[in-house]
């Protein structure tokens, strides 16, 4: 075994709390991927552009591919959102990291329990908050400018943007495809779907997979396993692709079901006006490094979509509900990391 290798072994093996926040971090790429499939696949199952079997496969392989193409929002989570020289080694930091683990993943189960499309980005984030404001006692450990540029920002607008791209695509194809008849439309667009959920899929890999990467490099900084400055390794990038294409392989009915058909009547054609605008929005918040929730997006560009026909033809009284889940999500999940914060420290 290389020194290198033979080094990182050994400083990991002798740190039960990094392995645990390890595991941990794992399980919540695992929850995020079965429970944001629907994000991908829910139109397309709905309209019958693809069975379910073919559309969960479809959305594993190309989050898988998202993964591996970008870490811009990974650095966000890990420079971002804590001020340099907090969690730094030695100092128990990786409970921090544990703490923002177990507030997201009780979220998130339990939104995804409740058929809720939450957002486990803003679920992760704010236990990172709330883990950090108990484990420094004060409000100093957090880059506030970097949580309202890259978090509180994007939450809003990004989610208008999903509806608006929509709104507007889906009147676009009223005006080009005005004439065609009903069947012939409906056979064209179920055939884009299938282009239009791949691109999702990529879109959600190279979005909502770096959370994962970006606190397990976190917790690696803080276990004294690499300096600050090193790049995000290679195998944790693996293991998170890995993981997240795992997690949606199963599924995600419970939300799937919310999306697809709770908040607005899909055809094809709205459909793929939903999983286009959905993927456009989500690629451009990628490329400047925020950390939204796809959730959000897709589930704004959906209510876009089908309000581009009739604003009555969206179940508003489903939305409301979905855009309070999202706005209470940040501040309960600090509230569940500085909770899961004040037990972890007891141990």
């Not at 870490?71 to 990786?94: D, H």
């Not at 397990?216 to 900084?221: K, Q």
């Not at 589930?299 to 089908?306: D, E």
């Amino acid at each position: 075994m290389p020194p290198s290798l033979g080094t990182f072994w050994g400083r990991f093996a002798m740190t039960p709390l990094l392995i645990a926040v390890i595991v941990c971090a794992v399980g919540f790429a695992f929850v995020n991927g079965f429970h944001d499939t629907a994000n991908a696949i829910a139109t397309t199952v709905y309209t019958r552009a693809l069975g379910v079997g073919a559309a969960i496969a479809l959305a594993a392989v190309m989050n898988f591919v998202g993964t591996l193409v970008s870490q811009n929002v990974a650095k966000t989570i890990t420079n971002g959102i804590v001020m340099p020289g907090v969690l730094v080694a030695g100092s128990g930091a990786e409970r921090v990291i544990l703490a923002t683990l177990i507030a997201a993943l009780i979220w998130s189960l339990f939104t995804w329990w409740r058929a809720i499309p939450c957002s486990s980005s803003h679920a992760l984030i704010g236990g990172l908050i709330g883990a950090t404001l108990v484990f420094t006692l004060g409000l100093g450990g957090i880059n506030w400018v970097g949580v309202l540029e890259k978090v509180v920002l994007p939450l809003f607008t990004s989610p208008l943007i999903g509806f608006f791209v929509g709104f507007l695509l889906m009147k676009l194809i009223f005006g080009l495809f005005a004439r065609m008849q009903r069947p012939h439309a409906n056979k064209l667009f179920l055939r884009l779907q299938i282009l239009s959920a791949a691109f999702v899929a990529f879109a959600h890999g190279t979005n909502d997979s770096q959370k994962a990467m970006g606190i397990m490099t976190l917790a690696l900084v803080a276990g004294g396993v690499q300096g600050a400055d090193a790049p995000i390794p290679f195998w944790v990038t693996l293991l998170c692709a890995v993981t997240l294409a795992a997690g949606t392989s199963i599924g995600g009915w419970r939300v799937m079901k919310t999306v697809g058909s709770g908040v607005t009547k899909l055809n094809p054609a709205n459909g793929f006006a939903a999983q286009t605008a959905s993927a456009l929005t989500i690629e451009a918040m990628s490329l400047v490094g925020a950390p939204i929730s796809t959730t959000q997006v897709i589930t704004c560009a959906v209510m876009g979509a089908g309000s581009a026909r009739r604003l009555r033809s969206v179940k508003w009284a489903t939305a409301k509900s979905i855009v309070w889940t999202w706005v209470i999500t940040l501040p309960v999940a600090a509230v569940l990391g500085a909770a899961a914060m004040a037990l972890v420290g007891l141990f």
